[in-house]
């Protein structure tokens, strides 16, 4: 908790009633390799920071193909919010990637510190600014960049993470099949 309270202090003041508040509302967990924190389909009501390990949300589509929206590590948040925002069943899943541990947020608690502590508002404001800009930029990436060029943001951003993860993982990710993956790092490898 103490990585959290150490975030949100290092781009503006928490009170010590707010801090205690923080603290009330939370819980420590850890989730084992493999685990599902969300699975599709569920209804959703907590949202996750992570304080170590790597988790992932993904979907399936129709056609029963996965796709990853979100690797999570060290410092990141991670939920389904459009199920928790717009009251529907999870769209998502997110499982534990390797041994994680998070801190466990009803997201009504959430919501009721934003009343009662105004001052956190601009903390978690800046928290979705981030979440919305990252987003967009994936997208633009996904219709800019070339594969090859994803993939080295990726490993840019997730420096260790292919040590967690399967190749269908990122492949997913990046919108290519296992097998663009695989030329595109032995391309890598080759310059």
């Known amino acids: 908790m103490e990585e959290l309270i150490e975030k949100i202090k290092s781009s503006q003041s928490l009170s010590q009633e707010a801090e205690d ?3 009330s509302i939370s819980t420590n967990k850890t989730f084992a390799k493999g685990e599902i924190l969300i699975r599709q389909g569920q209804r959703v009501k907590n ?5 170590d390990g790597c988790l992932r949300s993904y979907c399936y589509d129709k056609n029963g ?4 929206l979100q690797f999570a590590i060290k410092k990141w948040w991670i939920s389904d919010y459009i199920a928790i925002h717009s009251d529907e069943s999870a769209t ?3 499982e534990c990637l390797k041994e994680s541990k998070v801190i ?4 009504k608690d959430l919501e009721l510190m934003l009343t009662l502590f105004p001052d956190f508002e601009r903390f978690q404001r800046k928290i979705l600014e981030r979440h919305v800009v990252s ?5 633009l990436n996904q219709l800019q960049l070339t594969a090859s060029e994803r993939y080295d943001l990726f490993v840019e951003q997730y420096p260790a993470i292919e040590q967690y993860t399967h190749n269908y993982h990122i492949a997913s990710y990046l919108g290519v099949t296992q097998e663009s993956l695989s030329r595109i790092r032995v391309e890598k490898v080759k310059h």
């Open 21 to 23: 508040y923080l603290y």
């Open 65 to 68: 193909k996965e796709h990853t």
């Open 135 to 139: 987003l967009n930029k994936r997208i």
């Open 92 to 94: 998502l899943t997110v």
């Open 47 to 51: 949202i996750y920071f992570v304080t």
């Open 104 to 107: 466990e947020f009803k997201a």
